[in-house]
C-alpha cells in the first residue's frame, strides 16, 4: 500500500482523461445522482429563524464542501491508490483500508456510510413532507395532509412520505441486482425536472419582483444567463439518459410524467 501512494497517481496512468472525454460526458448523469438535495436549503428558508443571513451562508458551505468532500476526498484516493486498481464493485475507500491491514478502520468506513444514507432520507422525508403539507394548504392535494402537531410538524404528511419511501425496501427484496440502478434512473430523471422547474420559477419570481418595484435581499449569480445556463446543461443530461441503457426508460417516462401532472392541475384549477 505504501509504495502505491503518490501524488503522481494523479496523471502517471495516462494523465487526466485518460480514456478521453466520452467517459466523463457519458458520467454526468450518474454524477448528477450525487448533487440531488442541494435544493433542500431553499425549502428550509420557510422555517429558518433568520433567512437572509441563514440561507445564504448555508449556500456557501455547500460550495466549500463541495470543494472538500466530492473534490478533496477524490484527491486524496487517487494519490493513495491507482485508479487503474479501483474495482466497480466494492467501495474504493474501503478498499484502500484493507489493502492498508485496517479493517478496523474499514468497518468503520462502513459505518460512516450507513449513518450517511440514513442521514439522506432523513432529509429526502423532511422535504417531500413539507412539500406535501404546501400542496394541501394550496388545495392541490387531500386536505387532510394539512394536520399539524403541536410543534407544527405536519404529521399526516410525515407519516405518508414515510411510507411511501419504505416501498424501496419492498423494491430491493424484489429486484435485489437492479434496484439500486432502477431507483437511481428515477431519482437523476426527478432531479431534472426539479431543477428545471427551480430555473424557470426564479426566473418568473424574479420578473414579478421588477413589475411591483421590488429588489430581492438574495443576488443570483448570471441571472439570468445563469438560469438559462442551468436549463441547457439538464437538458444535455436528459439527452445523455436516452442514450444510456440503464436509464433510458426514465428519461422517456419523463414527459410522460410533466404531462399528467399538467393535467392533474388543470382539472383541479376547474374545480
Given at each position: 500500500?505504501?509504495?502505491?501512494?503518490?501524488?503522481?497517481?494523479?496523471?502517471?496512468?495516462?494523465?487526466?482523461?485518460?480514456?478521453?472525454?466520452?467517459?466523463?460526458?457519458?458520467?454526468?448523469?450518474?454524477?448528477?445522482?450525487?448533487?440531488?438535495?442541494?435544493?433542500?436549503?431553499?425549502?428550509?428558508?420557510?422555517?429558518?429563524?433568520?433567512?437572509?443571513?441563514?440561507i445564504p451562508k448555508a449556500v456557501n458551505q455547500v460550495v466549500y464542501r463541495?470543494?472538500?468532500?466530492?473534490?478533496?476526498?477524490?484527491?486524496?484516493?487517487?494519490?493513495?491508490?491507482?485508479?487503474?486498481?479501483?474495482?466497480?464493485?466494492?467501495?474504493?475507500?474501503?478498499?484502500?483500508?484493507?489493502?492498508?491491514?485496517?479493517?478496523?478502520?474499514?468497518?468503520?468506513?462502513?459505518?460512516?456510510?450507513?449513518?450517511?444514507?440514513?442521514?439522506?432520507?432523513?432529509?429526502?422525508?423532511?422535504?417531500?413532507?413539507?412539500?406535501?403539507?404546501?400542496?394541501?394548504?394550496?388545495?392541490?392535494?387531500?386536505?387532510?395532509?394539512?394536520?399539524?402537531?403541536?410543534?407544527?410538524?405536519?404529521?399526516?404528511?410525515?407519516?405518508?412520505?414515510?411510507?411511501?419511501?419504505?416501498?424501496?425496501?419492498?423494491?430491493?427484496?424484489?429486484?435485489?441486482?437492479?434496484?439500486?440502478?432502477?431507483?437511481?434512473?428515477?431519482?437523476?430523471?426527478?432531479?431534472?425536472?426539479?431543477?428545471?422547474?427551480?430555473?424557470l420559477a426564479h426566473l418568473r419570481f424574479r420578473a414579478a419582483m421588477r413589475?411591483?418595484?421590488?429588489?430581492?435581499?438574495?443576488?443570483?449569480?448570471?441571472?439570468?444567463?445563469?438560469?438559462?445556463?442551468?436549463?441547457?446543461?439538464?437538458?444535455?443530461?436528459?439527452?445523455?439518459?436516452?442514450?444510456?441503457?440503464?436509464?433510458?426508460?426514465?428519461?422517456?417516462?419523463?414527459?410522460?410524467?410533466?404531462?399528467?401532472?399538467?393535467?392533474?392541475?388543470?382539472?383541479?384549477?376547474?374545480?
Amino acid at each position: 500500500g505504501g509504495e502505491k501512494a503518490s501524488i503522481d497517481n494523479l496523471w502517471r496512468y495516462g494523465g487526466f482523461f485518460a480514456t478521453g472525454w466520452n467517459g466523463l460526458i457519458l458520467s454526468l448523469a450518474v454524477i448528477m445522482f450525487s448533487f440531488g438535495g442541494l435544493e433542500l436549503i431553499g425549502i428550509t428558508a420557510a422555517e429558518a429563524r433568520d433567512p437572509e443571513k441563514s440561507i445564504p451562508k448555508a449556500v456557501n458551505q455547500v460550495v466549500y464542501r463541495i470543494l472538500l468532500f466530492y473534490i478533496g476526498s477524490l484527491v486524496v484516493l487517487l494519490a493513495l491508490y491507482p485508479w487503474v486498481e479501483v474495482k466497480s464493485n466494492s467501495s474504493p475507500f474501503v478498499m484502500i483500508f484493507h489493502n492498508l491491514d485496517s479493517n478496523v478502520v474499514a468497518s468503520a468506513l462502513n459505518f460512516v456510510i450507513l449513518v450517511a444514507s440514513l442521514s439522506v432520507y432523513n432529509s429526502g422525508v423532511y422535504s417531500n413532507s413539507r412539500m406535501l403539507f404546501g400542496l394541501s394548504v394550496q388545495g392541490n392535494a387531500p386536505k387532510f395532509l394539512t394536520r399539524v402537531s403541536r410543534r407544527g410538524v405536519p404529521i399526516n404528511s410525515l407519516m405518508l412520505s414515510g411510507a411511501i419511501t419504505s416501498l424501496v425496501v419492498l423494491i430491493n427484496y424484489l429486484l435485489p441486482q437492479k434496484a439500486f440502478g432502477l431507483l437511481m434512473a428515477l431519482v437523476v430523471a426527478t432531479l431534472l425536472l426539479n431543477w428545471i422547474m427551480i430555473c424557470l420559477a426564479h426566473l418568473r419570481f424574479r420578473a414579478a419582483m421588477r413589475r411591483q418595484g421590488r429588489e430581492t435581499q438574495f443576488k443570483a449569480l448570471l441571472y439570468p444567463f445563469g438560469n438559462y445556463l442551468c436549463i441547457a446543461f439538464l437538458g444535455m443530461i436528459l439527452l445523455l439518459m436516452c442514450t444510456m441503457d440503464d436509464m433510458r426508460l426514465s428519461a422517456i417516462l419523463l414527459p410522460v410524467w410533466i404531462v399528467f401532472l399538467f393535467v392533474a392541475f388543470k382539472t383541479l384549477r376547474r374545480k
